[in-house]
């Protein structure tokens, strides 16, 4: 499986690195199943909204060759939702199997249109910006509507990246992972929709 973890500035680092390192360990349990990721950006290097600089590893590239599209959120959600170039690459990625976004990532989700006629979530105190976006705005800490799963706060891209364990490898896997991390992530915050 192959994950475009999208970065830009004003992103929330962690919401980037919770999901990272839930996967890195996903691929320390279940070698075989080879989860490769990359941080996609449209400039070499981005920093974060503390401004801690972060390497890119592709520039722009194809998303629809990957498998699952990650965003995390940030202040620069806000303008990004605007940009015309940065959303249009966004939707390249249409046909990805999983689409997932954390925090106010759902806002760039939201304005590449993959919320459209879908429920989702966001940051708590943000609902409101997400409702021109999708059909209904959940304030559940993890929502999956078909092919896209959002979620809340920060801390939520360590649970989202478990929900994304659970779904590719089972409870027994995600167990694992969560033993490694040490960390008491719980189906039952998981609102699912076909």
Not at 5 to 23: N, Q
Not at 30 to 59: A, N, Y
Not at 71 to 94: K, M, N, S
Not at 110 to 130: E, M, Q, S
Request: net charge negative.
């Amino acid at each position: 499986m192959r994950i475009a973890i999208v970065v830009f500035d004003g992103m929330t680092l962690l919401d980037a690195t919770g999901f990272y390192d839930v996967m890195y360990r996903l691929n320390r349990i279940e070698q075989h199943r080879k989860v490769s990721f990359e941080l996609c950006g449209m400039k070499p290097s981005i920093k974060d909204e503390q401004g801690v600089r972060v390497e890119v590893d592709k520039v722009r590239p194809d998303l629809s060759t990957y498998d699952a599209l990650y965003i995390p959120g940030g202040f620069g959600t806000r303008y990004l939702r605007y940009d015309e170039e940065f959303v249009g690459w966004l939707r390249i990625a249409e046909k990805v199997k999983f689409k997932i976004a954390v925090s106010t990532g759902s806002l760039l989700l939201g304005a590449a249109g993959f919320l459209k006629c879908k429920r989702a979530t966001i940051d708590p105190n943000h609902l409101d910006l997400l409702k021109p976006y999708c059909s209904e705005v959940l304030s559940s800490h993890l929502v999956k509507d078909q092919e896209v799963i959002t979620a809340g706060g920060i801390s939520a891209s360590i649970d989202v990246g478990l929900y994304l364990v659970h779904l590719l490898s089972g409870d027994e896997v995600l167990d694992e992972v969560k033993q490694l991390l040490d960390y008491p992530f719980e189906m039952e915050e998981v609102v699912e929709f076909q």
